[in-house]
């Protein structure tokens, strides 16, 4: 059976961490400079993204192991579950839509798109790894502090915006604006 090499595994788990990261910082930086304020359903979206990042860095950092394979499904289905929620609010003909489409999508479709991508990405990744359980790959250590810096950055930021927006109380529905105003 043809097995990827680790090293072509464990870049493609770079590339999945860094595709998935960068994901979040999109939606990060839609919320502020195109006033797109997630609702509710949007940032559990994001915190399976930011799950899907995780399982994609102890991969990198730990070495490839199945049981950080399956952290990345679960919480690719996880997100790929509260996007299908989302869209299925706003299918029906009349009930409206929440944000502005891209490229004719709004993004809780393409965010279960990416999900499901992801697992179905995933589930090939473990069908083609190799089954050699010789020493653990990993990445180098100053990549590794960036990786994990990255995603902490990344999760901070999302935090920050969370508490701007909804301040200590529960996140409205359709939010129109911050809770907490910066100036």
Request: hydrophobic letters at 55%; one cysteine or more; a neutral charge.
């Amino acid at each position: 059976m043809l097995a990827l090499s680790k090293r072509l595994e464990l870049v493609t788990n770079i590339l999945g961490f860094l595709g998935i990261t960068g994901v979040i910082l999109l939606a990060i930086i839609m919320e502020y400079h195109m006033d797109e304020l997630p609702c509710p359903l949007c940032l559990l979206q994001r915190v399976g993204f930011s799950f899907i990042a995780l399982g994609f860095l102890m991969n990198c950092c730990f070495g490839l192991r199945p049981r950080y394979y399956g952290i990345v499904l679960v919480s690719a289905l996880y997100t790929a579950a509260v996007a299908l929620r989302q869209v299925l609010l706003h299918i029906v003909p009349g009930t409206g839509a929440y944000g502005d489409p891209i490229l004719g999508m709004h993004l809780y479709t393409w965010s279960f798109l990416l999900a499901m991508i992801t697992a179905a990405a995933v589930a090939m990744l473990l069908v083609f790894s190799s089954d050699n359980k010789s020493q653990p790959t990993s990445v180098r250590p100053a990549v590794r502090i960036g990786l994990c810096s990255l995603l902490i950055l990344v999760s901070l930021a999302n935090g920050i915006g969370v508490f701007f927006e909804c301040g200590l109380h529960q996140c409205p529905e359709n939010p129109v604006t911050m809770e907490l105003a910066l100036v």
